[in-house]
């Protein structure tokens, strides 16, 4: 992938928001069916991959991906049931039937997000939600030129009542039939400075026939902020936007391999995903 210059982001803007939450956790997640789990099964040599990886090969009717060795022991594929748009309905709370994919077992435990790669049907989400279109418009820019000046956020599904607070290693990428972009990031509905917590890999990507539309959250820890004192004063804004800036330098200084996980493996479990498509 070709990585992009860095850029550094911070938003001062404390949210007034109808939810209370801010970011779907376990708990907080959109009601959803569990169906039963795709098959695991050994990785293969036809699994639909452009490189050997040592991991183990999920399918289902939908996509397959490969989960690299140490990154997660399971996945469970759910439905979730549409939510069309209705009057007292935020825009966040409006999707598509779509497809999510729990990772359990994964390889950190203190984390804010759940684990899950997500499959949405474009033409159905455009059409419920406008400002849904406009993130996609943007995000297909950016994959046809990501030399481009890069915006104040980037395109970012699922949605959340929360505001992408910095965003660093930007890089684009290509998976099995599709290509998106993926960073580091994390979401708040007010300012505070970057913690290992709250931080999360993300892959934002769209299949070759723009049909799909595939989206990633795999939480990642950086070497330099384990330990590290999170300050409490939320009213000081110029010392929280300095930090921000400060660590946001410094993640796009850091090698792969001070990230846990590394950022390669989590890249290559990305590249690895093959999109079939939702019946």
């Not at 539309?213 to 004192?229: C, M």
Request: glycine share 6%; proline share 8%.
């Amino acid at each position: 992938y070709n990585m992009h210059k860095k850029q550094i982001i911070f938003i001062f803007l404390i949210f007034v928001l109808i939810a209370c939450s801010p970011n779907p956790s376990a708990s907080e997640q959109p009601s959803v069916e569990t169906i039963v789990a795709g098959t695991l099964e050994a990785l293969t040599a036809s699994a639909p991959v452009s490189t050997e990886v040592n991991g183990t090969l999920f399918t289902d009717d939908n996509l397959s991906f490969v989960i690299p060795i140490g990154i997660a022991t399971s996945v469970t594929e759910e439905v979730v049931q549409a939510v069309p748009p209705s009057e007292g309905t935020p825009w966040w709370g409006v999707y598509p039937e779509h497809r999510q994919y729990h990772l359990a077992g994964y390889a950190l435990t203190d984390v804010f997000h759940r684990v899950d790669i997500y499959l949405y049907p474009i033409e159905e989400y455009v059409a419920m939600n406008e400002d849904v279109g406009i993130g996609i418009e943007t995000l297909q820019s950016l994959i046809a030129n990501p030399n481009q000046p890069l915006p104040e956020r980037l395109p970012f599904l699922p949605t959340f009542n929360a505001s992408q607070m910095f965003y660093s290693n930007f890089g684009t990428m290509t998976f099995q039939n599709g290509s998106g972009i993926r960073y580091i990031t994390g979401f708040s509905q007010f300012p505070h400075p970057i913690s290992n917590i709250g931080m999360f890999y993300t892959f934002q990507g769209i299949t070759n026939d723009g049909v799909y539309y595939v989206s990633a959250i795999l939480p990642i820890n950086v070497d330099f902020l384990v330990g590290y004192p999170t300050p409490t004063d939320q009213g000081d804004f110029v010392f929280i936007e300095s930090e921000v800036i400060r660590v946001t330098d410094q993640l796009n200084n850091t090698s792969s391999d001070s990230f846990t996980p590394k950022l390669t493996v989590l890249d290559t479990l990305i590249q690895s995903i093959n999109v079939t498509g939702i019946p």
